[in-house]
């Protein structure tokens, strides 16, 4: 499948009892470049990306799908959307060859083309030394680094990452953004969930979201100039009244 | 469905359980052992029962009595210390104390009758009801051997299918199926909901794969561990204990798959319906003690009042224990297998719809 993906989201809401997670958020990823979706924990971004990945039904509004621009359902686009939920979300006990192997299996991967991907995946990832390590006994960006290849496998069109950083050290996580600049050139359209704000800088375009509402979208430099501070630490340490 | 997911999710499935040791030898040796010492163990004869007689000196009767109930094996002589039969039982010297006052049994006409009082110690209620059973009996036997040209009726009992009635034949079938219950309901339970605490199932729920699949994958790794062990189970309850296994081993099959399955649905769905590991052992539990209790196993199911009797019906273990006695004990009556294999694999299919139902494909 070579045509393009884009997602949208038309003003969904999802209520857990009285906590809203998501409060009308209408949301457009344009396809092929790197979204991130930046707000302090509790906004709602695991909450929208579940919806986005059809974990979770919205209670109002709907998540659209589209191919080259003819909106599609989400069954047929399923196989071309990648996820790396936020949670450990690895078996502890199967080693990493084991994981490629059971992913290349749920995926329904022709084994040439599994072999070549797989090979691609360790050699970026630099973990082929450690394919029979359990995950379980796998550092922390070594860790993430193989929830990333297992969702890297199928070849995504779009891929949805949950915090994919988040405890995990500062040379891993520059490493870890290599990868998704590396894929970038690949016109996979990625949307990264993330708690830092200094990763915020790293994306195309920007998503704020706050208590579950959507605040702002637009490219990084545009967004700062528009709340007139130097980076996005200062959006949120200014509170949420500042948060246009 | 897409046979090479559910194959490699399978493949998945093995290499998880299997790659604990610890697992290891819990799924597969301690059945075995569970089997051996719950049979050697769980063995319901009563034997060496204290007996203290009181007497007139030289009853011949009541020797002929003694001499027969000890060649029993049943019996032993009690060490009494004191000559009153109630402080033998009080003190735990006897368990059974036979008393005649006035006069030897011999003297005893129709006129003057001769009173034998049999005190039994009921502190465990089901041993009191074996001893009295033991002493009437001996006492008829000896009683009537005593003026055997009068006997107008005879009364010639054969035990048939279990003629020494043994205790193990009819416990290590029921034991048979209650370790499948137990490998199968415990593991499987448990199948959904470690995915769902690991954060596992979320990867698995974003991963284009069906209902059915996740459910089979999780299903079938279960049914051919419980089938290996309970051909392992089986077999050692042939070795082991002697158990005849006198009916055909296809329909043997035919009922331990059918079980299987059924308690695999059981797992599964209590799984469904779980969402940590804790509830799924408290559910495993709250279903595997009433159908272990109401099996007909500890309590005869014809005893029980109706309501109970409902309970005992809609239990697959019931008629596990039916048909494998049937079956080894009997040689297996095609109908009537036929009819408690069908119960069985209904109840499966109840369980497993509920399963399937229950089920969800999303986080909500």
Known sequence: MDSIIHLETSSISKAFGKTRALDNVSLKLKPGILHGLIGPSGAGKTTLMRCLMGLMSPQEGEVKYFTDNERRPFS??????????????????LSIKEHLEFFKEMYQIPSDEYEKRKKNLLEVTR?????DRLAGQLSGGMYKKLGLMCSLLRNPKVLLLDEPTNGVDPISRREFWELLYDLKKSKVTILVATAYMDEAERCSFVHVLESGQLKNSGEPLHLLEKYQVSNFDEIFLKGSNNVI | MNWKTLRGF???????????????RLIFLAPMLQL??????????????????????????????QDKALASGWFIKANVSENDPFMSIQSGEAEVAIVIKDKKV???????PVPIQILISAVNSLRAQAIESYVQAILNDTLTGNNSSQKLIQIETKILYNPRMETSYFLIPALIGIIICLITVLLTSMAFTREREAGTMETILSAPIQKWEIILGKAIPSTLLAAVNSFLTCSAGAVVFGIPFTGSLFLLSLVLATFIFTTVAIGIAISTISQTQQQAMMGSFLFLFPALLLSGLMFPVENMPPFMKVFSEINPMTHFNYIMRNIILKGGDLEFVLIHVGVILGIGIISFYLAFRNFKTTLN
């Open chain 2, 106 to 112: 011999e003297a005893a006409t129709l006129l003057e």
């Open chain 2, 10 to 24: 399978i493949k998945k499935e093995f290499r998880q359980s299997l790659r604990d040791p610890v697992m290891q």
């Open chain 1, 76 to 93: 047929k686009l399923r196989d071309y959307i990648a996820y790396m939920p936020q949670t450990q979300s690895l078996y502890a006990d």
């Open chain 2, 36 to 65: 051996t010492v719950f049979g050697f163990a769980l063995n319901n004869e009563t034997r060496d029962i204290r007996m203290a007689i009181f007497s007139k000196p030289n009853d011949t009767v009541i020797q002929r009595f």
């Open chain 1, 127 to 131: 973990l082929a030394q450690f394919e």
